[in-house]
């Protein structure tokens, strides 16, 4: 199983580009790459997902090396909201494997 | 409803007691998940639901802890005879899917369990 290592912690300022790496060596074939974002008190929330390359949504960029072993999270311009734990998850489910595996999570803390 | 909805949001047992938590999924989900997610620490699997089939429980802790889902919508996590270190925020998430390597996982607000 895929396991993920992240930052256990990260500074920023508003405004700023933040971009959060996440390794997973043993990533399997059929493996996409799930980053959630959590605040305190709240379930996790799904960002981005990718399988490989570059995916953009109206909230972040994923940037996926060829050999897949790492991933960035980017997020341009954060804003004070932005201030939570960030997850990369790595795996699939619906067959005899179902773990999708959440990292350690990354604490993002945005300054004024 | 729109999310997926927990209950008890809290929920306070002395140790040995029985707790059960409660998952609605958004309608139609087919997949559900249960973890547990300790203080400070990233959510932990703890076992996944096909519709009622129970495919992988491989996360459960111990046989104190039972998780069922009998018409393949609501879903029950059951922890028997209760220890402190059962004391954690038990996340339930549905997923549209059935098999696939995709698909974003809906998460509720949590059951935060606390063991006196």
């Known amino acids: 199983l895929a396991k993920t290592t992240q930052p256990i912690s990260m500074d920023s300022y508003e405004g700023q580009e933040v971009n959060i790496t996440c390794s997973h060596n043993?990533?399997?074939?059929?493996?996409?790459i799930t980053w959630y974002q959590q605040f305190p008190s709240q379930g996790p929330r799904f960002i981005i997902q990718?399988?490989?390359t570059k995916v953009t949504n109206e909230v972040a960029s994923l940037f996926i090396p060829a050999d897949r072993k790492s991933s960035t999270l980017s997020l341009p311009r954060v804003s004070l909201s932005d201030t939570a734990v960030y997850y990369c998850?790595?795996?699939?489910?619906?067959?005899?494997?179902?773990?999708?595996?959440f990292g350690t999570g990354t604490l993002l803390a945005v300054q004024p | 409803g729109a999310g997926v909805s927990q209950s008890p949001r809290y929920k306070v047992a002395k140790r040995g007691q029985d707790v059960a938590l409660r998952c609605d999924p958004i309608?139609?989900?087919?997949?559900l998940f249960w973890y547990q997610q300790a203080l400070g620490q990233g959510p932990e699997f703890l076992t996944y639901?096909?519709?009622?089939?129970?495919?992988?429980k491989s996360g459960l802790p111990s046989d104190r802890f039972f998780a069922e889902r009998p018409e393949g919508s609501v879903s029950t996590l059951k922890i028997q005879r209760t220890q402190q270190e059962d004391s954690a925020v038990y996340l339930c998430?549905?997923?549209?899917?059935?098999?696939?390597?995709?698909?974003?996982?809906?998460f509720g607000e949590g059951s935060r369990l606390t063991v006196l």
């Open positions: 998850l790595v795996g699939r489910y619906g067959g005899a494997t179902n773990k999708l595996i």
């Open positions: 990718g399988y490989k």
């Open positions: 043993n990533i399997a074939t059929n493996d996409y």
């Open positions: 639901f096909q519709n009622e089939a129970q495919l992988d």
């Open positions: 309608s139609g989900h087919v997949s």
């Open positions: 998430a549905s997923s549209l899917g059935r098999v696939t390597n995709t698909g974003e996982l809906f």
